[in-house]
C-alpha cells in the first residue's frame, strides 16, 4: 500500500475526533437541560422537534402573523370591474391606475399593494343588511402571484375566473351567505346586480374637445372668438405661450389669427388663460381632421348630444364606414336629420339592385372613431362601447341603445324575448353592461343577447324602440310577459319560512305552500304579492323586504371549471368587504 499523504494542521484547528467530541457534549447537554433523553434526540428530525417544542405551552411567547387581510381571494386580469362613473374597467387597468394615482405600501416577489384611499375610486358594493347596492370606496390594490384559479359561468352567459379562496355572495336558505370558490356548486344562486345607479362625472363638452386633443384635430373658431384669444395670448406674451405649446410664435399667430387653431393647442390655452373648457368648445364653429396634408371636410360639433348619440347607434347598427344601409326608411330619416344637425347633408346613393345607402363623410367617420371607437374597418366584428359611451348620461345612452335596437334588435314571439345579433362578442358584452343602467338583466347565447320577463318590460319603458312596427310587437309581448326564469326567480326555503311563518299555509295563499315547501320557485312578482300577504296577517316581512329591493338578481350557476392564472388583482372596499 502507498503511504498516506500527510495533512498540515492548521494552527486552532481541531481533528476530527475532537469536533466529534466536541459535538456530543454539546448534544448531551442540550437535550439533558431540555429533560429529554439525549438518545432519542440524536434521532430526532427537525418537525418532530418543532412539534415537542409546540407541546411545551409554557415556553412559548406570542406569535403575530402578519397578511393581506383578503389573501387569495383574488380575480383574474380580464375580469371586469364596473365603477360608478360608468367605467367598465378590467382589473389589470384599474391596478395600473393605481399605480399613477396612489401610495405605494408594500413591493416584494408575493404582492405588490398601493393604498388609493381618498384617491376617488368607487365601486359598486353589497350591503348585506339591507340588499341594498351601493356606493363604496376602494381602499387598497393588490397585485399578487397566482395559481390554480377556478372559471364559474352563470346562466346569463357571464363568466368570472378567481382564486379558489374567493369568496361569492351567494343566496342560501334566504339569506346572503359568503362561499369560498372552491365549494361552488352548480345550480347555487349568486347575488348579482340588477341595477346599478350609475352618476357620470364629467361634462359632456369637456370630455369631446379633452378626447379630440389626443387626434389630429382642427378647431375653426368663430371670428369674434377668434379674434378675442389672439388678444388675450398677446396680452399674456405670445412668445411664452408658444414656448408652452412647443409651436413656433409665427405659425400661433397666423393661425389664430385666420381663427384656426389645433384641439390640443386650445385644450393647453384653457389652462394657461384660465379659460373654461366649455367656452372654448362654444367658440369653435367647425372641426375637421388632418390624415394627410390636407384637412377633411369641416362639420359642426355637436350640441344636441341625444340625437349625436342616435345617430352613433345607427351606425353601429346598419354602417359600414361613413355610410348607412337603409334597410329601413324610417332610420334613413332620423340618419339625415342627425348629419343635418352636424352641417353634413347625407347623400343617397342606389347601386342597382343592391340596398340604399346614405353616405356621410370622412369626417363624421374619424370624430365617432376618436369619440365611440368606431372602427375605421371590419366594423361588425370588432365594434365595442367606449369610455366615452360608458360614462355618458343615462339619456344619451338610452338614445344610443334605442338606435342599436332598431337596427339589430327583433321580437322573437317564441322565445317571449327581445333580442339583439351581433358577432361582436365583446359588444354583446359591454351591451348587457349597460343594460343594467336601466335594471334590465339580460342573458347572452353565442352571437344573441335576449330580454324577457321584467328585464323586457323594463327596457321598454327606459329605452325601447324608435320604430312604430317594434313598437307594437314588444308592446303586445311584454303585456303577457309574467317573469324570466332565468332572472326573475327567488328560491324559497322551507327550513326558513316555516320558522317565521305563524299562520296557516292556506290563509296567506292558496297555492302557498307549493313555494314554501320547494315545488315551485316563484317570481319576483309572486314573491311581493307574498310579501303583502305575510304584512296583512302581521307576520315577518324582513327577509323578503331584503330580497325585494329592486337591485338584485339571484342567477344560477351552471358551470365550473379549472384555470390557470399566474397573476391575480384583489381590491379592497373596507366596509362591505364585496
Known amino acids: 500500500q502507498k503511504p498516506r499523504a500527510r495533512v498540515r494542521k492548521r494552527r486552532g484547528s481541531r481533528t476530527r475526533t475532537q469536533n466529534l467530541v466536541h459535538a456530543t457534549r454539546t448534544l448531551h447537554l442540550h437535550t439533558l437541560s431540555n429533560g429529554d433523553d439525549p438518545l432519542m434526540a440524536e434521532k ?29 381571494k383574488c380575480v383574474a386580469p380580464h375580469t ?32 405588490t399593494v398601493y393604498d388609493v384611499t381618498g384617491k376617488g375610486i368607487t365601486v359598486f358594493s353589497l350591503n348585506k343588511e339591507t340588499g341594498r347596492i351601493e356606493k ?25 375566473t378567481t382564486t379558489p379562496e374567493h369568496k361569492y355572495i351567494v343566496l342560501e336558505d334566504m339569506d346572503f351567505k359568503e362561499k369560498e370558490s372552491r365549494e361552488l356548486k352548480l345550480h347555487d344562486r349568486i347575488v348579482c346586480a340588477r341595477k346599478t345607479e350609475v352618476e357620470p362625472s364629467k361634462n359632456m363638452k369637456e370630455e369631446i374637445l379633452t378626447i379630440l386633443s389626443r387626434h389630429k384635430c382642427y378647431a375653426q373658431l368663430h371670428p369674434l372668438k377668434g379674434k378675442q384669444l389672439l388678444a388675450q395670448v398677446q396680452q399674456r406674451g405670445i412668445t411664452s405661450i408658444a414656448q408652452a405649446l412647443n409651436t413656433k410664435k409665427n ?32 367658440s369653435i364653429n367647425t372641426i375637421s381632421f388632418r390624415t394627410t396634408t390636407k384637412n377633411t371636410k369641416p362639420i359642426l360639433l355637436p350640441n344636441n348630444f341625444e340625437q349625436f348619440f342616435t345617430l352613433a347607434g345607427l351606425l353601429f347598427g346598419d354602417g359600414s364606414g361613413h355610410k348607412f344601409i337603409v334597410g329601413k326608411e324610417e332610420l334613413a330619416q332620423q340618419f339625415a336629420n342627425a348629419c343635418s344637425s352636424l352641417g353634413i347633408r347625407a347623400v343617397r346613393r342606389v347601386n342597382g339592385p343592391r340596398t340604399p345607402e346614405l353616405h ?7 370624430l365617432l372613431h376618436a369619440l365611440f371607437e368606431y372602427p375605421l374597418k371590419q366594423k361588425s366584428h370588432t365594434i365595442k362601447a367606449s369610455p366615452f359611451l360608458m360614462q355618458a ?29 351581433s358577432v361582436s362578442k365583446h359588444m354583446l358584452k359591454d351591451v348587457q353592461s349597460l343594460l343594467l343602467r336601466f335594471g334590465c338583466v339580460s342573458i347572452v347565447q353565442k352571437d344573441t343577447l335576449y330580454l324577457s320577463g321584467i328585464s323586457a318590460q323594463t327596457f321598454m319603458k327606459t329605452v325601447g324602440f324608435s320604430m312604430k312596427e317594434k313598437i307594437t310587437r314588444a308592446t303586445t309581448l311584454v303585456e303577457k310577459t309574467q317573469g324570466s326564469i ?93
Request: aromatic share 6%.
Open 80 to 111: 371586469t370591474l364596473h365603477l360608478t362613473d360608468g367605467t367598465l374597467i378590467t382589473a389589470e387597468q384599474l391596478h395600473s391606475q393605481a399605480q399613477l394615482i396612489g401610495t405605494k405600501v408594500r413591493d416584494d416577489e408575493h404582492e
Open 486 to 578: 332565468v332572472a326573475d326567480t327567488i328560491p324559497f326555503s322551507y327550513k326558513t319560512l316555516s320558522n317565521i311563518r305563524k299562520v296557516p299555509m292556506a290563509s296567506i295563499s292558496h297555492h302557498y305552500y307549493k313555494y314554501e315547501q320547494e315545488i315551485y320557485t316563484p317570481t319576483v312578482g309572486t314573491v311581493l304579492a307574498l310579501k303583502q300577504q305575510f304584512s296583512t296577517q302581521s307576520q315577518e316581512t324582513i327577509l323578503l323586504d331584503k330580497l325585494t329591493t329592486g337591485d338584485l338578481a339571484y342567477i344560477e350557476v351552471i358551470g365550473i371549471e379549472s384555470a390557470n392564472e399566474p397573476i391575480v388583482y384583489d381590491f379592497s372596499v373596507p366596509e362591505h368587504k364585496n
Open 136 to 160: 363604496k370606496e376602494v381602499s387598497h390594490s393588490w397585485k399578487l402571484a397566482g395559481g390554480t384559479a377556478t372559471k364559474i359561468k352563470l346562466r346569463t352567459g357571464t363568466e368570472i
Open 360 to 366: 356621410a363623410n370622412k369626417t363624421l367617420h374619424l
Open 44 to 72: 430526532e428530525t427537525q418537525i418532530q422537534k418543532m412539534k415537542r417544542l409546540c407541546d411545551k405551552r409554557e415556553g412559548i411567547r406570542n406569535i403575530c402573523t402578519s397578511a393581506h387581510i383578503h389573501h387569495g
Open 393 to 421: 348620461p343615462n339619456s344619451c345612452v338610452a338614445s344610443f341603445l334605442k338606435a342599436y335596437f332598431d337596427c339589430d334588435g327583433t321580437i322573437e314571439t317564441a322565445r317571449r324575448a327581445i333580442s339583439l345579433t
Open 251 to 282: 405659425s400661433l399667430y397666423h393661425g389664430l389669427w385666420k381663427n384656426r387653431c389645433r384641439t390640443d393647442h386650445l385644450l393647453t390655452l384653457s389652462q394657461l388663460l384660465s379659460l373654461p373648457l366649455t367656452t372654448i368648445y362654444d
